[in-house]
């Protein structure tokens, strides 16, 4: 059973930086696409960044592009969200995906991802 474990969440200044982890156990992480979403209260899942299997793709959300930066360690089973800049709308509760399918691109859609972390809550203050 694939399981998805967030990490690094909390409280950040806006300008600041924050490194969010996930671990995944279970399944075959260096054959599974990841992905990062964000839900702030009241909005749909968003999603942020994606990295398939092999690292050598990356896609992010127009509102991250340039602060936010995905990376994978296939070695450790982890993929790591690194937020520069952060702004106050870029709090919300963060999540961990992953897809069973080994596409060369980065699905984009939460539909595409069949595991999720609990999610960590980042939060940025003005």
């Known amino acids: 059973q694939v399981q998805l474990r967030e990490s690094g969440g909390g409280l950040v200044q806006a300008g600041g930086s924050l490194r969010l982890s996930c671990a995944v156990s279970?399944?075959?992480?260096?054959?599974?696409?990841m992905g990062w979403f964000r839900q702030a209260p009241g909005k749909e899942r968003e999603f942020v960044a994606g990295?398939?299997?092999?690292?050598?793709?990356?896609r992010y959300g127009d509102s991250v592009k340039g602060r936010f930066i995905i990376s994978r360690d296939n070695a450790k089973n982890t993929v790591d969200l690194q937020i520069n800049n952060p702004k106050y709308e870029d709090t919300a509760v963060y999540y961990c995906?992953?897809?069973?399918?080994?596409?060369?691109?980065?699905?984009?859609?939460?539909?595409?991802?069949?595991?999720w972390g609990q999610g960590t809550q980042v939060t940025v203050s003005s």
């Open positions: 995906a992953g897809s069973e399918i080994p596409l060369p691109v980065v699905v984009v859609k939460a539909d595409g991802y069949d595991h």
């Open positions: 990295i398939n299997w092999k690292g050598t793709t990356t």
């Open positions: 279970g399944g075959t992480f260096n054959k599974t696409n």
